[in-house]
C-alpha cells in the first residue's frame, strides 16, 4: 500500500529525508543566527555609532534601521525553518 498516494520506493526513502531536513534545519538555523547577530549586527552598530559622531544623523539612522531589519530576518528564518521541520516531522 503506498501512503499520500506515493510509490513504495519513495515512501521508504521519507525517514531519512525527515531526518536530513531536521539536521539541515538546524544547522541552518544556528549558523544563520550566528552570523547576522555576532557579526553583521555589530557592524551595523558600530556604523551607526560612526556615523552618528562625525554629524551623519540620516546614515546613522539608516544603520540603525537596517539593525532592526537584520533581527526580524533572523527571527522569520528561524520561525520558517521552525515550521518546515514540524512538515517533515
Known amino acids: ?9 519513495l515512501t521508504r526513502s521519507l525517514p531519512s529525508t525527515s531526518l536530513l531536513m531536521k539536521r539541515l534545519g ?3 538555523a544556528i549558523s544563520s543566527t550566528a552570523i547576522f547577530l555576532l557579526v553583521v549586527f555589530p557592524l551595523l552598530c558600530r556604523s551607526a555609532i560612526r556615523d552618528y559622531r562625525q554629524g551623519k544623523t540620516d546614515f546613522a539612522a539608516f544603520y540603525s534601521a537596517a539593525g532592526f531589519v537584520v533581527i526580524t530576518l533572523v527571527l522569520s528564518f528561524r520561525e ?8 517533515y516531522a
Do not use: D, T
Not at 80 to 87: G, K, T
Open 1 to 9: 500500500a503506498s501512503v499520500f498516494g506515493l510509490p513504495n520506493y
Open 26 to 28: 538546524r544547522i541552518l
Open 80 to 87: 520558517i525553518l521552525s515550521h518546515l521541520h514540524n512538515w
